[in-house]
């Protein structure tokens, strides 16, 4: 019987694999990010969702690009989505921002964030 459980356990052992997703590194390059093309798509899912930073919301309506701006020109935003505060995971898909996300928010806030 002890025999038994022991093949069964190093059965068990050798069929589990791993398999991890090589992550993409982030393909966006600093110079071509733009706050249509590359930033807004991450907010509209993620930011300015029902419920949160949208009109009336109290920490700004994300749906207004001024307001984002504004956000950004403060440091907030930035702060916010390094710290991984926000989203606060109440999204549309993902709940947390993936590090290429946050980098592109971030090097577009460095680029002055411009809409453009």
Request: proline share 4%; hydrophobic share 40%; net charge neutral.
């Amino acid at each position: 019987m002890r025999t038994i459980v022991i093949l069964l356990f190093v059965f068990a052992i050798t069929s589990c694999t791993t398999h991890v997703d090589q992550i993409a590194p982030c393909a966006v390059s600093p110079d071509s990010i733009r706050y249509f093309t590359h930033v807004y798509p991450i907010i509209d899912r993620t930011c300015a969702i029902p419920t949160c930073h949208v009109s009336g919301f109290e920490y700004g309506n994300f749906e207004n690009v001024s307001e984002v701006r504004s956000v950004a020109n403060s440091g907030k935003l930035e702060y916010m989505i390094t710290t991984r505060q926000m989203p606060s995971g109440i999204t549309r898909g993902k709940s947390i921002l993936t590090d290429c996300e946050i980098t592109i928010i971030r090097t577009w806030i460095h680029n002055g964030a411009t809409v453009n």
